[in-house]
């Protein structure tokens, strides 16, 4: 049974959240699991902003200690708020706010994006012990709380529409069997696609329909994590042997290459068919730096390994898919190499930062890639930088000096 229930604003009290709230999130390093601290929120500062651009994107940063949030287009930093431990951010899906992981649950930090208003962390925050993974599609976000399991699902736009009230918008609760480190994502018709999993292992994915009565399953993935809708509203999940895909009602495994071929991560974008995910062949493996992407074709159910350039690797904050429904990937080269999808070959390569090395352990801040349009935009934790980059041509667009080593980003407008 699922249950609707309109959201309250909730209220932090100072200094009263413990720190050492787990959250099971390595499994998105796409290496590895395990816990993580992701620390409490005590004191909230935000910076004065500073020639704040009326229009445009905004970049939400975290580093060890706190949140930066910056113009997109000039890169000046425009707020600099205090909140301890790792978090995490990801876009909320309304154009404006970031979803960051706290102890409490999903904090609305609202950027200003679209706006000459100043960045706030409010006090809005949607309960979720453990908060995961923050999944937006056809015009709903959907939150997942590892510590329960359940879902939360609310209309995209009205997170805005309420967050001036000072309210979360009306949500919709999908409970689990058992609580595990797990992702979800509705599908226009209403389709929930939900993972199966206990704290201990993860299996596959399960089908409800709009009025959450389970109608298929599949158990052949194991390890199940990361998801990507491509065209025609085709689901893709990541496994440890493969990829498994839902179409039209159906799910399909499509086995790795390798008996062990791990998809952890999956990139797509909503008008091509093609996913893009992250490969590990061995399990032993140590780091978290990979030197192979795998090409899932959703329409001929096919798909292939691809490596990248000689003596180049990635990590799972390396890849993006860009406008024209192509790729690029950042590589431990410091370059960025641009990917063709449908033939699997790589073309240009545009170098932007120095080479660097993978992290030692997944949480650690290490170059991360967004691209939003026709701008990448590329952090540099070694200098405490990040650049915008035209994704046609390489060309520096501009660069942005922070006051703090940068960490996880997540870009709004």
Known sequence: MNTRTTGRRRMLAPLALAAGTLIALSACAGTASGDTDAGAPDETRTG?????????????????????????????????IELPGFNRVNPAGDGRSVMVSTAEGFQVLDTGAGSDDEPELTDLV???????HVVRHHGRTVLFADGTGETTIFESSELLANAGAGRLPETETVPAPEAHHGVSIEL??????????????????????????????????????????????????????????????????????????????????????????????????????????????????TSRVVPLPEGVGYTWRDIARTADDGAVVLGTDGALHVLDVTTGEFGASFPVIEAWEGPAQWQDAHPALVVDGGTAYVTDPASSAIHAVDVATGELIATGELPAVPNEIAVTG
Do not use: W
């Open 188 to 301: 226009a018709d209403g389709t929930l696609l939900t993972t199966i999993g206990t704290p201990d292992a993860r299996t596959g994915v399960r089908a409800l329909d709009a009025d959450r009565t389970e109608t298929s399953r599949n158990e052949q993935c194991p390890s199940v994590h990361g998801e990507g809708a491509v065209r025609g509203e085709v689901a893709v999940f990541g496994c440890s042997d493969g990829v498994l895909v839902y179409d039209a009602g159906v799910f399909t495994k499509i086995a790795a290459p390798d008996a062990y071929g791990r998809t952890g991560n999956a990139y797509v974008t909503e008008n091509s068919p093609i996913m893009v995910g992250d490969y590990n062949a061995d399990p032993d493996a140590e780091g978290y730096v990979l030197t192979a992407l795998t090409i899932v074709d959703t329409e001929t159910k």
């Open 126 to 132: 949607f309960a979720a012990p453990s908060p995961g």
């Open 48 to 80: 004065a902003a500073t020639n704040a651009a009326a229009t445009g994107p905004r970049i939400a940063l975290t580093y060890d200690g706190g949140l930066l949030v910056l113009d997109g287009t000039s890169l000046d930093t425009l707020a600099d």
